[in-house]
């Protein structure tokens, strides 16, 4: 098995002597990573467009979702103030219906004082001619 791999990297050795191209040896690869020479290799500096490109596409999408939970966050704020209101107005209205009726009208206006009296026969509409 080690004669293969042998055969293999010399193979690689001589494509790559062939071609133009340095052999790959990931040894020399993580060096050429932490050492920042591959920054200011042609790889990075060929692809910087795309890189700028995808970059700014995160961003985008970064600030797309945090503008879509601003926008839910106000929506259940919404909806929620939405229900208050309407068991408060619900309420009031129960409350208004109370205090309309004619007993309850009755007493507010003895409770005040007004000496209003309660008509004992029933309205009645006049009719005018018109010549």
Do not use: C, W
Not at 13 to 29: I, L, V
Not at 41 to 51: A, D, V
Not at 85 to 92: C, D, G, N, V
Request: glycine share 6%; proline share 3%; aromatic share 6%.
């Amino acid at each position: 098995m080690e004669e293969n791999k042998g055969i293999n990297i010399e193979t690689d050795r001589e494509t790559a002597k062939e071609t133009g191209r340095k052999p790959f040896n990931p040894g020399s690869f993580i060096k050429e990573l932490l050492s920042g020479s591959m920054v200011s290799e042609k790889i990075i500096l060929k692809n910087l467009g795309y890189i700028s490109l995808i970059t700014f596409l995160t961003a985008v999408y970064i600030g797309n979702r945090f503008h879509a939970e601003k926008i839910t966050r106000e929506t259940t704020r919404l909806e929620r103030e939405v229900k208050d209101l309407r068991a408060e107005a619900l309420s009031t209205s129960a409350e208004l219906m109370y205090i309309s009726k004619q007993s309850e009208v009755f007493n507010m206006v003895r409770e005040k004082g007004l000496n209003l009296e309660e008509l004992k026969t029933p309205p009645f509409k006049l009719l005018v001619d018109k010549k």
